[in-house]
């Protein structure tokens, strides 16, 4: 333990379960523990260091705030929609992305506008069989809020992907999947606060593996297709 406080450069044990419980708590903190900072001298075997012992320490917080009831919820949501609709911007719409891909290969259509008046517009068309998944490490991004207000009062359920704490998609979500408070809002780009999304994202694609009884012959579909489209172009 005192060579994990000195490596992350904290005074001794009881200031790192402060910042645990920080964290935790979803407070706004300057400089969270768990976000390495660099000073103009690092060298890259330093970045590295920091940046992976930063990866593996969130990835234990996410352990411990997320509900794997929920994510087995979600996954059951998104596997009896008619409709599956993501809102995200910034980084958050390269979760959805990636998601998005990961659901074509189970045979499963979803829809990821980047235009603003087209996530109000598809929000809009959302009706009480359908999903919108809203991603937003801050919850407080003005345009996922919007359309993922129009998605729930046209009756569509809600999975949110947020930080933890009380934000404004969290009161908007039927179902909730949290990430830890890693990083504060206002920040020099996101990065651990898109893995923990990345994670939960693999998770709830794998918990839809298990619950869907032909996703192996999905998925090994799908792997011949883009296979067989590969050795046609050598």
């Known amino acids: 333990v005192l060579r994990l406080c000195k490596h992350i450069d904290v005074k001794g044990f009881t200031e790192l379960k402060n910042m645990l ?3 935790l708590s979803g407070e706004e903190n300057t400089k969270p523990y768990y976000i390495p900072d660099f000073d103009k001298e690092a060298d890259g075997e330093a970045i590295v260091s920091k940046l992976v012992f930063s990866v593996c320490m969130n990835a234990q917080m996410l352990t411990a705030i997320l509900s794997y009831k929920d994510i087995e919820e979600a996954a059951r949501l998104i596997l009896s929609a008619k409709k599956i609709l993501f809102i ?16 074509m290969r189970l045979g499963i259509y979803s829809s990821a506008p980047d235009d603003y008046d087209l996530m109000l517009l598809s929000s809009s ?6 999903v919108v998944v809203s991603i937003s490490y801050s919850g407080e991004t003005p345009i996922v809020k919007k359309a993922t207000k129009t998605a729930k009062s046209n009756g569509a359920r809600v999975i949110a992907i947020t930080r933890y704490g009380s934000t404004s998609l969290s009161h908007m979500a039927d179902c909730l999947l949290n990430v830890p408070a890693s990083e504060s809002t206002f920040r020099q780009g996101a ?7 990345l994670m939960v994202v693999d998770a709830l694609y794998s918990t839809m593996l298990v619950l869907q009884d032909n996703s192996r012959e999905l998925i090994s ?7 067989a489209e ?3 172009e050598i």
Do not use: C, N, P
């Not at 995200?88 to 659901?103: C, E, M, N």
């Not at 068309?125 to 359908?130: H, I």
């Not at 579909?221 to 296979?227: A, H, L, Q, T």
């Open 125 to 130: 068309g959302l009706g009480k069989d359908d």
């Open 221 to 227: 579909k799908s792997f011949e297709m883009v296979m």
């Open 88 to 103: 995200g911007i910034g980084a958050s719409r390269l979760v959805a992305l990636d998601f998005q891909q990961k659901l």
């Open 230 to 232: 590969h050795d046609s």
């Open 191 to 197: 990065t651990i606060s898109r893995i923990s999304q």
């Open 21 to 23: 419980f920080d964290s």
